[in-house]
């Protein structure tokens, strides 16, 4: 009794007493001085490490925090990510993965300082941006704009976060020296009152003491700048540093100057290849910016994993993100050093006040292989559930599903002849009639149609709709998912044009979920599906499950390149999407999440495998296509014939970095925006565009939605500089030729329709000296 009671005042005390951190740390201060960043009144470089807690398992977080600081960071940089924090509305998670306030904590530990950029909206190639897909229940929301509902949630969201940070700000002796107010705005709008008010609401829970900040562009920051805050930029390894200094220091020629993302590497997307930036571009930028006092925060310094349905899509078109957000960081997804690393870390203690690099720390986990095993299990997804009757097809919004897929079936009419099935599909569509599979619809490709053969009255249309993250970048991050609109069936009968708008639908949503594939298994567990024929039954599309035995753990990377498409859980934890199309073929799988003993591996295929078989290697690959075809855009058929053709412009670009606008001297019409380079600023250069505008007759820059690479002479596939890169809304990536190719190069892009057309904007490669500018130019439109 005695010993239990000595016991529970210890707790008490525990509970009580500040611990240790708060007592050894004392209130401080960050402000802007004269040209630089003042830390408790004296100048300060911010050397930040952007990493994720979302995308690093806990138990590796304060690994992958002593890995930053043994780069010779002072601070890490993070994201809150709204929609993992409130998974439905009004229900707010803050523990064990979700502690972001522990992260914090575990940085100061650690003696970094914290950047926090709380959104509402964060980019990141995270689902929506950040966003909870619960906003879009309210069909007519207005995101990131003074939507009143918009706000309200954005207010109550980031007073919760307030709740977990406002106690760990510098001034309260915790390691917080500046907050973000929204996200690179520039790039999506322009509405300072909206900014304004998000800028008002962080200042009220974080006190009007702590430094706010808004990153965006050199191109674009003016657009929605604040005069009380501190304007950052971001831009990519190779950037040309003056360049994108240049604007704001004409503006506010005293403000201290800080990247606050300087991309290390870049995202991946399913079907191109892995991207990557050359470790010297990186360190020298990092080099120049440390010489000239500038601060920075290296975006990614590690990536981590979008691990489970959290990778996101960017846009214009639909290019979903694979799930390893690796990011050719110094620091590789699974927290490995990588030769960046090491030559990062030399740059750096130049600049470490004469003091020895903190050290590298001992991975926590080794790593691990695991010989080949079968899943044997088999459980369809779609049998025995209940259904949602509805008129028209519905959205999974509307059915209250966020993430998963949805079957959605009717009845057909009697069709005597070849007919066109038109929809609007987010993201994969798969068609069968009578159970018989007829084709698929694939967003990513901008897929809309599908052609049917002949159809009997009363045959049952099955259409099985998967979805992948939703948009994270652009205006398109209003981003429905499942079928969106009508199913349209189209026919030529007798010589007239028929049309059947499909109705009477019944829908089951299957929620993408741990639980409800064990619950599959529960009903309708088959054992050893290839063998006895009852895969194959279902056209091999369902749940798989298997097991491997481990006598230690370790940190793996789990091989699906035999799969199809869908979703993989270990021992319960979501891992992540799977597609066979890569580049992306092996999941990493943390130690951490692992057992002795036996272990459970549960695949969602909507597609089937060709072999239902997994193993464990030691290394990822991340870099592994199998696609159908190639990406490049030189299909001969696909070059237009400009012989006879007047071009809209002729002329030359000047040299050296930044847009420039060529005016028309008449409004032109035509669906096709043609660029013919006729010769690079320095001869002998690879020709290369980093965006193009076109503007309309009002002087507005036409949307780029719709846009299409149709055709280009060369294209550099390696790194991905394929002919989309000029209009990805992405400043640092670029169209690029290949080594040799023979100029006049060509470009052309259909813009989805027909355009009046006023003037081209063109911006050259980001890079000193912008390598492969164009001088001589004629511009089509036709
Ligand atoms: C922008 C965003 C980030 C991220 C990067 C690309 O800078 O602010 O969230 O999306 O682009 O990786
Ligand atoms: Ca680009």
Redesign the pocket.
């Known amino acids: 009794m005695k010993q239990l009671l000595q016991k529970l005042a210890v707790a008490a005390m525990l509970m009580f007493a500040p611990t240790a951190l708060q007592a050894a740390v004392k209130p401080g201060s960050f402000t802007t001085g004269d040209k630089t960043f003042l830390l408790n009144g004296e100048p300060f470089v911010v050397k930040a490490a952007e990493v994720h807690y979302p995308r690093i398992p806990r138990p590796y977080w304060e690994h992958r925090i002593k890995m930053c600081k043994a780069l010779g960071m002072n601070a890490v940089c993070i994201?809150i990510f709204w929609n993992i924090h409130e998974q439905q509305e009004n229900v707010f998670d803050f523990t064990g993965q979700n502690d972001v306030a522990e992260f914090c904590r575990l940085a100061q530990k650690n003696g970094m300082y914290v950047i926090v950029?709380p959104g509402p909206y964060?980019?990141?190639?995270?689902e929506m941006?950040g966003l909870p897909w619960w906003l879009l229940k309210k069909k007519d929301i207005k995101l990131r704009e003074r939507d009143p509902y918009f706000m309200e949630r954005v207010k109550i969201f980031e007073q919760k976060v307030g709740e977990q940070l406002a106690p760990l700000t510098i001034q309260k002796g915790g390691p917080i020296i500046m907050v973000q107010v929204e996200?690179?705005y520039g790039?999506y709008g322009e509405d300072k009152p909206y900014v304004s008010e998000i800028r008002d609401c962080l200042r009220n829970i974080y006190g009007k003491e702590l430094a706010l900040f808004q990153?965006d562009?050199s191109s674009n920051f003016e657009k929605n700048g604040l005069d009380d805050l501190t304007w950052t930029m971001?831009f990519?390894t190779g950037a040309n540093i003056d360049q994108q200094f240049r604007r704001l220091g004409e503006l506010r020629p005293n403000a201290p100057k800080m990247c606050?993302?300087f991309?290390s590497g870049?995202?991946d997307k399913w079907g191109a290849r892995h991207e990557t930036r050359p470790a010297k571009d990186m360190v020298d930028g990092m080099d120049e910016m440390l010489s000239k006092g500038i601060s920075f925060s290296l975006?990614?310094t590690h990536g981590g994993t979008s691990f489970g349905h959290w990778a996101g899509a960017n846009s214009p078109g639909f290019a979903p993100d694979v799930t390893s957000y690796d990011?050719d960081a110094p620091i590789n997804e699974y927290g490995h050093a990588t030769p960046k690393f090491w030559e990062l870390r030399q740059m750096m203690a130049k600049y470490n006040d004469g003091k020895k690099m903190p050290a590298v720390p001992k991975a926590p986990m080794p790593i691990i292989t695991v010989p080949k095993f079968e899943l044997t299990e088999f459980a369809p997804f779609y049998r025995n559930q209940h259904l949602i009757p509805n008129v028209n097809p519905m959205t999974f919004e509307e059915m209250d599903l966020g993430w998963g897929m949805t079957y959605y079936v009717t009845s057909l009419p009697e069709v005597p002849v070849q007919s066109v099935l038109t929809m609007e599909a987010h993201d994969y569509a798969q068609v069968f009639i009578d159970d018989k599979y007829i084709g698929k619809i694939d967003r990513v490709k901008n897929e809309k149609s599908l052609t049917l053969p002949a159809i009997r009255k009363g045959q049952k249309l099955a259409i099985l709709v998967e979805a992948m993250g939703r948009i994270?970048?652009g205006r398109a991050i209003k981003d429905f998912k499942g079928i969106v609109g009508d199913v349209v069936i189209n026919a030529e009968v007798d010589d007239n044009e028929v049309t059947w708008n499909l109705k009477k639908w019944t829908m089951t949503p299957i929620e993408d979920d741990y639980s409800r594939a064990v619950k599959a298994f529960d009903a309708n567990k088959v054992e050893r599906p290839l063998s006895d024929g009852f895969a194959k039954r279902e056209n091999g599309r369902g749940y798989y499950r298997g097991y491997f035995t481990l006598k230690k753990v370790g940190d793996t990377f789990l091989n699906f390149e035999t799969w199809g498409k869908g979703q993989v859980y270990v021992n319960g934890h979501a891992m992540g999407r799977i597609w066979s199309i890569g580049p992306q073929q092996t999941l990493y799988v943390p130690g951490c999440w692992l057992k002795k003993g036996k272990n459970e591996v549960i695949v969602l295929d909507i597609v089937g495998p060709k072999e239902p078989v997994v193993w464990g290697q030691a290394e990822p690959e991340l870099n592994k296509l199998q696609l159908e075809k190639s990406n490049k855009h030189n299909n001969i058929g696909d070059k237009p014939d400009l012989n006879s053709a007047t071009p809209a412009a002729t002329g030359a670009f000047k040299a050296g970095n930044g847009w420039q606008t060529i005016s028309f001297d008449a409004t032109q019409k035509g669906r096709y925006l043609a660029i013919e380079c006729l010769s690079t600023q320095k001869e002998g250069d690879r020709a290369a565009i980093a965006e193009l505008y076109l503007q309309g007759q009002d002087g507005k820059r036409i949307s780029r939605e719709p846009w299409k690479t149709k055709y280009a002479n060369s294209e550099e596939e390696n790194g991905n500089h394929l002919g989309d890169k000029v209009f990805d809304l992405?400043e640092?990536t670029y169209w690029l030729t290949e080594k040799g190719a023979a100029q006049p190069h060509l470009l052309v892009i259909d813009l989805g329709s027909e355009q009046s057309v006023k003037a081209l904007e063109y911006l050259p490669r980001a890079e000193q000296g912008a390598p492969g500018s164009i001088k001589n130019f004629k511009i089509y439109i036709y």
């Open positions: 994201y950029r964060v980019c990141a190639e995270w941006g996200n690179e790039s990153c562009w971001n990519g606050s993302e991309w870049w995202f975006y990614m990011y994270n970048f992405q640092s």
